[in-house]
């Protein structure tokens, strides 16, 4: 018989998903599970224990030990009978045998943790309550697994599908085609955390290293063997595990869990190494100031830059630097002016649809991939064939933002590097193409359509990308006075006259002037 586990642990696993449903919910028409108040993404224990349970089962395929107990189409009261079997009696002969010896409870229970996986792994209630059905007890198992929860908040989007075989002949003759959704995440990152006990596994079930390894093999792989359209791309990316020096463990679990931190970075890059990451035994060793991360190659969250700095940056890169390195800033007539006008189209809770149209206001936007977040003060979905779906609504939509200033146009690119910038957050966020967007002047009451064109995606990369660079550096270039810094705010902050110094020899010359 294999040794029992010894040693308390605690584990961390890091899945995706890519363009699928990772958890469908029953209650909202198989929508991926969604968190309402926070909106981040929600996959359950029951889900990650099936994948557990199948890839044992497939694996093992009903070998003596790693039976599945909880299996698709296999009533429990058909497995409970397996232990009928092994004690030579049926439904009328238990009470006698019960009589007879007072063990026969405790050695049912035995019976199915050696005979059956999950329930050795993750206990098992193995009372029906059906009529002269046997009572084979109740099992608290050593494995327990949390809700996994993504990093950060999802944006579920519904896919419009046709096919071509219609369901009835009756249908057939109106129509040559039928209409479908499909529901999917476009990408999220979820972390499960999950206990294993030492104490219970002697008690109860005889949880063994054996059965241990087993397990952290079917969490490496439990989607491998479990792929399908509807789940799209998921693959476990990454296995930690605490080992503890004893039985009942060294520290509290949420210190070790707090060791690991996962964040967003600019680049995306899928670490090199799939497997399990073991830290060494923790006893005496622990620390309160041990840390362990796992995170990304680029930019941290904590470092996005703001999206509506790209017009303070193509104005002047002196002014940029002060109001965001610099942490500087300083109100006029015109910035005053700019906050009245966005007052309205900034108001999140002011909802509004005019026909087909919805309009929604200071609606949060980021992107992953250059490292920046911000608001739209007004984006508007226009439904259209050609859209996308979006998560509650019926039907597609295509995306429409609005950005809102005060004046008129301007001979610069600053306000239209700006909404392009705001029109690539979308896309990313929405996995949506956007054509064009508008800009809204307060001078002229009327918006100008601006073509969200690859030259200007182009050149807002390389915009931010040199923003990046100051940013990390710290550095607030030096500037040139010129007519435009009158109407700037930041005027007696940046002093940029002091730059304009004259030649020595003009000074002398014009004291030389002065005295005669």
């Known amino acids: 018989m294999a040794e029992v586990i010894k040693n308390r642990y605690e584990f961390v696993v890091l899945f995706d998903v890519e363009n699928g449903n990772p958890n469908g919910d029953p209650d909202a028409g198989n929508l991926p599970r969604i968190d309402p108040e926070s909106g981040y993404g929600i996959v359950t224990d029951v889900c990650l224990k099936r994948k557990i349970r199948n890839y044992v089962e497939t694996l093992k395929e009903d070998e003596p030990g790693y039976k599945i107990y909880i299996r698709e189409d296999v009533p429990l009261n058909r497995s409970d009978n397996t232990a009928y079997i092994e004690l030579k009696t049926d439904e009328k002969g238990i009470k006698e045998l019960k009589k007879k010896d007072p063990q026969v409870d405790q050695k049912i229970r035995d019976f199915m943790c050696r005979n059956f996986f999950d329930i050795r792994a993750f206990g098992a209630v193995m009372t029906t309550f059906v009529k002269a059905a046997l009572n084979c007890g109740q099992v608290r198992g050593p494995v327990q697994l949390g809700f996994a929860r993504s990093i950060d908040p999802i944006v579920s989007q519904e896919v419009t599908i046709t096919r071509v075989a219609i369901t009835t002949e009756k249908d057939a003759e109106n129509k040559s085609t039928e209409m479908g959704r499909k529901n999917i995440v476009p990408y999220a990152l979820y972390r499960a955390e999950g206990y294993i006990s030492a104490n219970l596994a002697r008690k109860s079930t005889g949880f063994s290293e054996e059965d241990l390894e087993l397990l952290w093999d079917a969490i490496i792989n439990m989607f491998e063997i479990d792929h399908s359209a509807a789940r799209g791309k998921m693959a476990v990316r ?279």
Not at 299 to 322: K, N, P, Y
Request: hydrophobic share 35%; glycine share 6%.
């Open 238 to 516: 990454r296995l930690i595990v605490f080992k503890h020096s004893k039985e009942l463990g060294d520290c509290p679990a949420y210190k070790l869990f707090d060791a690991v931190e996962v964040k967003r970075m600019r680049k995306w890059s899928i670490p090199e190494n799939t497997g399990i990451t073991r830290l060494p035994s923790i006893g005496t060793r622990y620390r309160k100031r041990l840390k362990f991360r796992r995170r990304y190659n680029g930019i941290q969250e904590d470092d996005f830059l703001m999206v509506s700095g790209i017009q303070h940056f193509t104005f002047c890169r002196r002014q940029w630097a002060l109001i965001h390195i610099e942490q500087q800033w300083k109100e006029n007539e015109h910035t005053i002016e700019g906050e009245l006008l966005h007052k309205k189209a900034h108001d999140p809770y002011l909802a509004e649809r005019r026909g087909d149209v919805m309009i929604s206001r200071a609606l949060p936007v980021y992107s992953r991939s250059m490292g920046v977040s911000g608001e739209c003060d007004i984006v508007e979905f226009h439904r259209a064939e050609d859209g996308i779906g979006l998560h509650g609504h019926r039907g597609l939509f295509r995306v429409f933002p609005v950005e809102y200033k005060r004046g008129s146009p301007k001979e610069s690119e600053a306000d239209i590097l700006q909404l392009v910038a705001q029109a690539m957050c979308l896309e990313e966020m929405l996995s949506a193409r956007i054509e064009a967007g508008a800009l809204y002047y307060g001078e002229i009451h009327r918006r100008n359509v601006v073509e969200i064109t690859d030259e200007l995606r182009k050149r807002v990369r390389e915009i931010f990308q040199e923003m990046h660079e100051l940013y990390d550096k710290g550095y607030t270039p030096k500037v040139r006075w010129s007519k435009s810094c009158n109407a700037c705010s930041m005027k007696d902050i940046c002093m940029p006259k002091l730059g304009k110094a004259s030649p020595v020899r003009d000074y002398i010359r014009g004291k030389i002037e002065e005295d005669v």
